[in-house]
Structure formats: C-alpha cells, structure tokens
C-alpha cells in the first residue's frame, strides 16, 4: 500500500463548528421533508453533485500521482471509481449505488469502459515510474475479480448521503442547525477519511458541504400535482 497522503485544503473554508451558523447552512431549514413532492428531485441533486465532486477529486489525485496505478488493487480501483457516471435516483430513497445490487455496480463500471480509456491513456503520458502500459480492458476485468476497495468508495457514498437525510430529517428537528451541523462536518470527516487509504480526503468536509449547499440551494422546482384525467 501507498504512502498516505493529504488532499490539499480548498480555497473556501467554510467552519460549522463556529458559534454562530454561516448564513449559507440556513438553506437547509427548508429542504424537504419525506413524503414532499419535492424530496426525491432535490435530494437526487444533492447526492449526484457530492458523486460528481468525489470523482473529480479522485481524478485530479490520480493526474498528481499517477505512480498509484502500479498498485493495481488500490489504483484501478480508483481508477474505475473515477470513471463511473454519479447514481441518479431511480427511486424515493434510493440516491447512491446499493453494492448489494452487484449487477448495477457491473453496469456502471461497464458503462465507464471508454472513460476509463481516456484517463488510462492520459495517466500514461504523465508516469513518473517505469511500469506496464495500462489496459483499459484490464482495468475493469480487475476492479470486477477484486471489489472491496471499490465498494468501499460506494459504500462511502451511501454513508455521507444517508448523513444529509439524518441531518435534515432528525437532526435539525431535535437538535437545531447549529448542533446538527457540527454532528454533519464530524460524520463528513469520518466517512470521507476512510474513502481510500491512498489518501486522505477528509480535509475537503467542508467543500463537500458547501457544493451539497449549492446542490440545494439550485434543486428543481417542486413538482405540481398531475391533474386526474376524468
């Protein structure tokens, strides 16, 4: 296994342990309900903008240390997850990849085979050790004989999601947005840190926060009511 190593801090740093709430986090005081017409469509968008992000992060370190992918059960596992398209919702509790449903899993790292070539052939021109070419076709045959690190980065995902519905569903009603935010950023660091052992990631909690802010803050209108054809 690698030598671990820390993501950078981003640029915004927005705290949720200070003494008073940052404005943004208000947002949250207002996001649906279970059983709203609205609460699928905009927790969908705020899982699949956190998806997006782990994948561009996952990414940019792998541009930065291409030397991983001589590790292969760490680095084509990164590699797939990288490439995977974020999981939209296909249901009303249902927002990341389930890993029990192995089929779906299969599909989607099916589904990333030609970015998966892309990216092979750009780590490629950016080796900084002498190592085997990397075969695209490789890449998705080993992720799928070796799946623990990848459905660990899935599983991570379930886990910050299940977080946010914790965090408006029970916490905020019992504990106020202050104390539920700073349960929120302490459950963020966990999962996040335990995403890979490559890297560290948890110093991008709050960035993480802030675009599933963003997500909300930018969620589809809620839906009007169809009329009941007479």
């Not at 995977?84 to 389930?98: E, M, Q, V, W």
């Not at 080796?127 to 459905?151: C, D, H, M, W």
């Not at 504990?175 to 935010?181: H, P």
């Amino acid at each position: 296994m690698g030598k671990l190593l820390m993501m950078p801090l981003p640029k915004a740093h927005v705290s949720v342990h200070s003494n008073s709430v940052p404005g943004g986090l208000q947002l949250w005081l207002s996001a649906p309900r279970e059983g709203n017409s609205s609460y699928a469509a905009a927790y969908s968008a705020v899982s699949q903008a956190m998806q997006s992000a782990l994948r561009e992060w996952v990414s940019m370190w792998l541009q930065e240390n291409p030397e991983a992918m001589e590790r292969k059960v760490s680095g084509y596992s990164l590699l797939a997850f990288s490439c995977t398209p974020p999981y939209r919702g296909r249901s009303t509790n249902l927002f990341t990849y389930d890993v029990q449903q192995t089929a779906v899993v299969d599909r989607a790292v099916r589904a990333a085979g030609r970015i998966i070539a892309e990216q092979a052939t750009s780590l490629g021109s950016f080796r900084k050790a002498a190592g085997p070419r990397i075969i695209p076709t490789e890449v998705a045959r080993f992720v799928s004989q070796k799946r623990r690190n990848l459905y660990r980065m899935f599983h991570v995902e379930t886990l910050l999601m299940d977080e946010v519905l914790k965090f408006t569903q029970i916490n905020i009603p019992k504990l106020g947005l202050e104390k539920a935010a700073a349960e929120l950023r302490t459950a963020f660091e966990k999962h996040l840190r335990r995403f890979s052992d490559e890297f560290d990631l948890a110093s991008r909690c709050d960035e993480l926060l802030s675009i599933a802010t963003d997500a909300l803050r930018t969620r589809p209108a809620e839906q009007q009511e169809m009329p009941i054809a007479t």
